[in-house]
């Protein structure tokens, strides 16, 4: 706006924290922790000039911590290390809207979402905001949040949140502030790395896009624990108005801390920056206060933790690579424990969605927060009546988005295989689906397994939500079932056999 001043900004930032109070190793090293993190923010805040803390979301879901408090163990290391806002990210969502509800009564920053219409979600509406202004440096610089538009495909926001258009809603956001005479906007993005390139160019007025939602390590590291850049710290995108909108991301689980320094001109646009992700290193201080507030929150959950339920001879992958495109053994496992749980009330066939995988098993003795990591939700098992016909459109669903590594790709359990044909187009590319080797009957109807959140239609399974036959919810708990496997089967040894054949 005419008459503004130059301001120089530092924006301090994480995104997809996950419940990661404690390190996690990586490579040979181990990174991260609320305690180091906690320790970097505060020096940063006292020497940079005009620090701003920000998310770019979910903080929610990975861990035992998040199981134990639901995020208000997060929101306390928040507070303490002043964070002046947060993008809502589609896993706040998990535990439904009471859970984020309490989580953003407890924090002392905004949560904002533009891109959500809460008018018809008492619980949420005064609590969620399209945008907020902070006072910087004797100016006003504006916030606008975004969170993806999958989120009521991919986690439980319930039928009272709406999503509007994105860009629309960016725009309206965007001119709302500028009518203000704020012309230095920043947004806080759980968007992911590629649709956050596309709004930095279609929506005008925007100069820096604080990022998350695809945990996308930006920036030039001199670090062998780290896997390779996925491209410049920030990644520099031309906006409509001619001007640079500067796109950051700071990885995952805390391992790195964003930190970028932005001069802004007269006019309110980006005129030149500075700064890279820095690696929380376990050579870096902890904040004393951080780390007794991590042992503290420690305590109720260290008995769960170090339970040993069951052991594993080789290693049961189930990582994001695998579990959303090919056979994994964590995911026969689950698939094979859901139909066991099963059978009492008639199933025969299991599926689980791979996206439900969250992570894998190392061979030895399995504890259970392991089994808690891999199975976090807290999903009971729901059992349906579907015909063949229905359960080929189902895995249909599941490879149609193949290539882009969605949660949808479903595995099934032990005596089902399927086939797919990758050179077809989707919609037709399951060429054989077999049970105990016979093929499946279009016309015949099955008793299937699987969890709440893909019977009623996750990850866009509407043929599962729509399924017009008996439905059952067996009120058992994933986890529960997993555990129940593992006790059943003191030794497992499971691998990829031939379930899913890829041509
Ligand atoms: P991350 O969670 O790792 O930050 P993200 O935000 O992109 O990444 P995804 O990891 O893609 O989220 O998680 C979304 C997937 O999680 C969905 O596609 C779905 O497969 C799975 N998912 C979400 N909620 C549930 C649930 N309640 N039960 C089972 N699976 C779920
Ligand atoms: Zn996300």
């Known amino acids: 706006a005419a008459g503004a001043a130059p301001l120089t900004v530092t924006i301090l930032h994480t995104d997809d924290l996950h419940g990661h109070l404690d390190p996690v190793k990586v490579g040979q090293g181990t990174y991260g922790g609320y305690a180091r993190q906690t320790a970097l923010v505060r020096k940063y805040t006292a020497q940079d000039t005009n620090p701003l803390v920000l998310s770019g ?280 424990a859901a139909l066991e749980s099963a059978r009492s009330a008639g199933a025969t066939i299991a599926f689980v969605n791979g996206g439900g995988v969250r992570s894998s098993i190392d061979a030895g003795p399995i504890t259970f927060e392991e089994a808690i990591t891999v199975q976090p939700f807290g999903n009971t098992l729901t059992v349906l009546d579907l015909t063949g016909a229905e359960i080929k459109r189902a895995l249909e669903h599941g490879v149609a988005t193949w290539s882009e590594s969605k949660g949808q790709f479903l595995h099934v359990s032990r005596g089902v295989s399927y086939t797919f044909d990758l050179s077809k187009p989707a919609g037709s590319r399951v060429t054989a689906v077999t049970l105990d080797g016979q093929p499946l009957d279009d016309a015949k109807t099955y008793t299937v397994a699987m969890n709440t959140f893909t019977a009623g239609g996750g990850d866009g399974f509407d043929v599962f939500k729509s399924a017009g036959g008996r439905r059952i919810d067996t009120g058992t708990l994933d986890v529960d079932i997993l555990v129940n496997y593992f006790k059943a089967h003191p030794t497992v040894d499971a691998q990829p056999e031939g379930r899913i054949v890829i041509v």
Request: proline fraction near 6%; hydrophobic fraction near 40%.
């Open 57 to 336: 979301g979910d903080t929610f879901q990975g861990t035992l911590f998040y199981n134990v408090y639901q995020g208000l163990a997060d929101v306390l290391f928040m507070n303490y290390q002043g964070y002046q806002a947060m993008a809502v990210g589609n896993h706040e969502f998990d535990n439904g809207p009471e859970a984020l509800a309490r989580f953003a009564q407890k924090a002392q920053f905004p949560l904002l979402a533009a891109n959500l219409d809460l008018t018809q979600e008492p619980l949420l509406r005064d609590l969620i905001k399209p945008y907020a202004v902070l006072n910087v440096g004797g100016q006003k610089v504006g916030l606008v949040g975004a969170v993806t538009p999958d989120l009521p495909l991919i986690s439980s926001p319930g039928d009272k949140v709406k999503m509007l258009e994105l860009m629309q809603s960016l725009n309206n956001s965007v001119k709302a502030l500028q009518e203000q005479g704020i012309d230095k906007i920043i947004l806080l993005s759980h968007l992911g790395y590629t649709l956050e390139q596309e709004v930095a160019k279609t929506v005008p007025g925007i100069d820096v896009i604080v990022g998350g939602h695809s945990h996308t390590l930006l920036g030039a590291f001199d670090n062998k624990d780290f896997p390779p850049s996925e491209g410049p710290y920030p990644t520099v995108v031309q906006n409509p108005d001619g001007n640079r909108s500067l796109l950051v991301a700071a990885w995952e689980w805390g391992k790195v801390l964003g930190r970028i320094q932005v001069k802004f001109n007269d006019a309110g646009a980006v005129e030149s920056y500075e700064g890279n992700p820095i690696p929380v290193s376990a050579d870096l201080p902890e904040d004393p206060t951080a780390k007794r507030m991590i042992e503290t929150l420690s305590v109720p959950i260290a008995n769960l933790r170090a339970q040993v339920i069951g052991n594993t001879t080789a290693g049961l992958n189930g990582s994001r690579e695998i579990v959303r495109k090919r056979e994994s053994a964590m995911a026969n496992v689950l698939a094979d």
